[in-house]
């Protein structure tokens, strides 16, 4: 018993049939996702032929792509430029804005780095405060940070979600408008997503 691909293959040889091209199967064969086989006779297809019905050609044509990459590339950048135009803030530094929001008294604000450092720094492996930091000069260096390190311990939920929708819109506003490497926001952001 012959096998069926060798039955195909010799009746494709007797019709004498060549596969259509990329994109030029009639309408008949791209809706039933089969193999669409021209007749070297005419522009009838084989499948259209063998079951009797009206072979009617697919009209769709391919869209080539509008412009060239350097122009979709200038477009892309111009909207980007209007997005970030558009976004920033006037008026307002990150520096400042954690100066205004973070007003600790000295007592608390070392109640509070003492307790991060002693119950919150062990699961957090790759951060490092060393014992002799006080809680003013790591407001200057990191004040991202410590602004996180205030926010966490927040007991008041309605407080702590103000403060955590202040620590997104920094966020946000840092990654955007500060162009210097700096390990605050990476530091701010571990403590912050870690609570």
């Known amino acids: 018993m012959p096998k069926p691909d060798s039955r195909r293959t010799e009746a494709r040889k007797v ?32 499948r259209c032929d063998r079951l009797g019905k009206e072979c009617r050609p697919s009209l769709s044509v391919r869209r080539s792509r509008k412009g060239s990459s350097s122009t979709r590339i200038a477009r892309v950048e111009s909207r980007l430029d209007s997005l970030l135009s558009t976004m920033q803030i006037p008026g307002i530094t990150i520096q400042s804005s954690f100066g205004q929001l973070v007003h600790i008294p000295s007592d608390t604000s070392t109640r509070l780095l003492e307790q991060f450092r002693n119950e919150n720094l062990n699961y957090l492996p790759c951060i490092h405060i060393p014992p002799h930091v006080t809680p003013q000069e790591f407001m200057q260096e990191k004040p991202f940070f410590w602004y996180c390190l205030t926010a966490v311990p927040t007991p008041n939920l309605i407080k702590r979600e103000s403060l955590f929708t202040k620590v997104h819109d920094t966020i946000y506003q840092k990654l955007l408008e500060e162009t210097t490497p700096s390990m605050d926001l990476p530091l701010g952001l571990m403590t912050f997503i870690s609570w």
Not at 22 to 33: D, E, S
């Open 15 to 46: 019709r004498k049939t060549t596969p259509a091209p990329y994109g030029g199967a009639c309408i008949n064969c791209a809706r039933a996702k089969c193999k669409c086989l021209l007749l070297a006779t005419g522009d009838r297809r084989e």
